[in-house]
């Protein structure tokens, strides 16, 4: 299958800094990129569709100023969480859609932990 | 609005038996189903893929199987192993392009 990179796989940040997370899309080009959230023990929430040139659109109390999300090619979208606080620490997780749109392939997530 | 829900939560069972685990939706006007897999910690594998005109996939020691009008999908593993135990997510998209709706996964535990 296609191969979606995630980088950086964890990041310890302090509160009130920005971290920026990277979604690569190494084999195939993504019009589309989802970004979801996930608490422990539970299923994946989306935050928000990606859309290459455009800008993103986010799920129902998504704050989108606070989760910036750019998708300026068609392999690398990127989600900035800024100001960030403890209660912003989570798992991150990117996805692509194949060419066809028909299949959704993952990065390997990313753990934020906010201090 | 789409509701996927997967039953049970959680499953444990000896190394050697079968798991069957259920995915269950309120529309049935999908384009298509997928299941993953996802080990602690670390993003999702998709496991299977099934079109919404088809009844099942098969692949290794997975099958999937699609009942499209009733909202209903399986995933069935034979002879469970160790390696297996992890948490299983069921998704599924109203059209190409289109987000997936998670159901809330099935944690698997198998012991040897």
């Known amino acids: 299958g296609a191969v979606v990179s995630q980088h950086p796989s964890w990041v310890i940040c302090k509160s009130g800094t920005s971290v920026k997370i990277e979604c690569r899309s190494l084999?195939?080009?993504?019009?589309?990129m989802f970004w979801y959230r996930q608490f422990p023990k539970q299923s994946l929430m989306l935050m928000a569709t990606s859309n290459e040139g455009s800008k993103a659109t986010y799920e129902q109390g998504v704050e989108k100023d606070k989760f910036l999300i750019n998708h300026a090619s068609l392999t690398l979208s990127t989600l900035t969480v800024t100001s960030a606080h403890p209660e912003d620490s989570s798992f991150y997780i990117c996805?692509?859609?194949?060419?066809?749109?028909?299949?959704?392939?993952f990065g390997q997530g990313t753990r934020l932990t906010v201090v | 609005k789409q509701e996927v829900t997967q039953i049970p939560a959680a499953l444990s069972v000896p190394e050697g038996e079968n798991l069957v685990l259920n995915c269950s939706f309120t529309?049935?006007?999908?384009?298509?189903l997928q299941w993953f897999r996802q080990d602690p910690g670390k993003g999702l594998t998709s496991l299977l893929l099934?079109?919404?005109?088809?009844r099942e996939q098969t692949s290794g020691r997975l099958n999937a199987s699609l009942d499209k009008s009733s909202g209903r999908s399986t995933l069935y593993i034979a002879a469970s192993q160790p390696g297996d135990s992890a948490t299983y997510l069921c998704?599924?998209?109203?059209?190409?392009?289109?987000?997936?709706?998670f159901g809330g996964g099935t944690r698997v535990l198998v012991k040897p």
């Open positions: 996805s692509a859609s194949s060419p066809m749109g028909t299949e959704a392939f």
């Open positions: 998704a599924v998209r109203a059209a190409a392009g289109n987000k997936l709706t």
């Open positions: 529309d049935s006007a999908i384009y298509n």
């Open positions: 084999d195939f080009q993504a019009t589309t």
């Open positions: 099934i079109q919404s005109s088809q």
